[in-house]
């Protein structure tokens, strides 16, 4: 049985056609069931049509509400039943927004950060994406923890070592570079134990404040890096232009401002 594919697209539709003349082929195993857009007039939409494939847009002018237009595009989608949706380009156009509309995907309640669960939101993409939003999903999940498991103990058992002058690489013994392996080891451990000794439904929030603290701390680390890479005495002739200080400067600032409004929004929520 061939796949059913709904394709969004953004422009020209270039994917799109590549798309088109290898499901002209029989023994390919998929169909293009849709192509939708969130404009008229492009060509895109004009291959589609040329192709005899039904082709749809939803505005977002239309609406007056991102979350509407996010939906509004959900039950188009949903309406020839893709099991799998295709967009390039337009992963710039269909944000992440999409898992918080769960409510009108499975008819629960909107996806609270209190009690959300990763596979939550892996089911909430699967009306939208098709069925193997799930799986890909779960799959990204998977290469992220994989990752975090040993790039972030191993990166941090280097920046400690080097900061205090020690020993550190994985070329050494153990007994040539103790501190460091030491550091490594005890990095995978505490992971390892956060996952099994915090509770289940504290898992993505710890998650998530992790990465509120590290937004948060983002200014300040920053600003450090500009101070010294504009010290000739560390960076010699490299020191940052004044056009890199500027846009420097800038995102600092931007990022810090950012920072200032969600810990006020956080002590102070709006009525």
Same mark, same amino acid.
């Given at each position: 049985?061939?796949?059913?594919?709904?394709?969004?697209?953004?422009?020209?539709?270039?994917?799109?056609?590549?798309?088109?003349?290898?499901?002209?082929?029989?023994? !390919?195993?998929? *169909?293009?069931?849709?192509?939708?857009?969130?404009?008229?007039?492009?060509?895109?939409?004009?291959?589609?049509?040329?192709?005899?494939?039904?082709?749809?847009?939803?505005?977002?002018?239309? !609406? #007056?509400?991102?979350?509407?237009?996010?939906?509004?595009?959900?039950?188009?989608?949903?309406?020839?039943?893709?099991?799998?949706?295709?967009?390039?380009?337009?992963?710039?156009?269909?944000?992440?927004?999409?898992?918080?509309?769960?409510?009108?995907?499975?008819?629960?309640?909107?996806?609270?950060?209190?009690?959300?669960?990763?596979?939550?939101?892996?089911?909430?993409?699967?009306?939208?994406?098709?069925?193997?939003?799930?799986?890909?999903?779960?799959?990204? $999940?998977?290469?992220?923890?994989?990752?975090?498991?040993?790039?972030? #103990?191993?990166?941090?058992?280097? $920046?400690?070592?080097?900061?205090?002058?020690?020993?550190?690489?994985?070329?050494?013994?153990?007994?040539?570079?103790?501190?460091? !392996?030491?550091?490594?080891?005890?990095?995978?451990?505490?992971?390892?134990?956060?996952?099994?000794?915090?509770?289940?439904?504290?898992?993505?929030?710890?998650?998530? !404040?992790?990465?509120?603290? *590290?937004?948060?701390?983002? #200014?300040?680390?920053?600003?450090?890096?500009?101070?010294? $890479?504009?010290?000739?005495?560390?960076?010699?002739?490299?020191?940052?232009?004044?056009?890199?200080?500027?846009?420097?400067?800038?995102?600092?600032?931007?990022?810090?401002?950012?920072?200032?409004?969600?810990?006020? *929004?956080?002590?102070? #929520?709006?009525?």
């Amino acid at each position: 049985m061939r796949a059913r594919l709904l394709v969004l697209v953004s422009g020209e539709g270039t994917n799109l056609q590549a798309l088109i003349d290898a499901c002209q082929d029989a023994g !390919y195993g998929a *169909q293009l069931v849709a192509v939708g857009a969130d404009r008229d007039g492009i060509n895109g939409l004009a291959r589609a049509r040329r192709a005899g494939i039904p082709a749809f847009t939803v505005r977002l002018p239309d !609406y #007056p509400a991102r979350e509407e237009w996010d939906a509004a595009l959900t039950a188009a989608c949903a309406t020839y039943a893709p099991d799998l949706v295709v967009l390039a380009g337009f992963m710039i156009i269909a944000n992440g927004a999409t898992i918080y509309q769960a409510a009108l995907h499975t008819g629960k309640p909107p996806l609270n950060i209190d009690t959300a669960q990763a596979q939550d939101f892996a089911r909430a993409l699967v009306p939208l994406a098709g069925a193997f939003a799930g799986t890909l999903f779960a799959l990204g $999940i998977l290469n992220a923890g994989i990752f975090t498991a040993t790039v972030l #103990p191993l990166s941090t058992a280097y $920046i400690v070592c080097e900061a205090f002058g020690l020993e550190a690489s994985l070329d050494r013994r153990f007994r040539q570079a103790p501190v460091f !392996y030491t550091l490594f080891a005890g990095a995978v451990l505490l992971g390892a134990a956060l996952v099994l000794l915090v509770p289940k439904e504290s898992l993505l929030k710890l998650i998530f !404040y992790a990465q509120v603290v *590290q937004g948060i701390l983002l #200014p300040f680390e920053l600003v450090l890096m500009l101070v010294v $890479i504009n010290r000739p005495r560390v960076m010699g002739r490299y020191v940052n232009s004044r056009f890199f200080n500027i846009v420097g400067w800038a995102t600092a600032i931007i990022i810090g401002g950012l920072a200032l409004v969600y810990v006020w *929004q956080s002590l102070f #929520p709006p009525a």
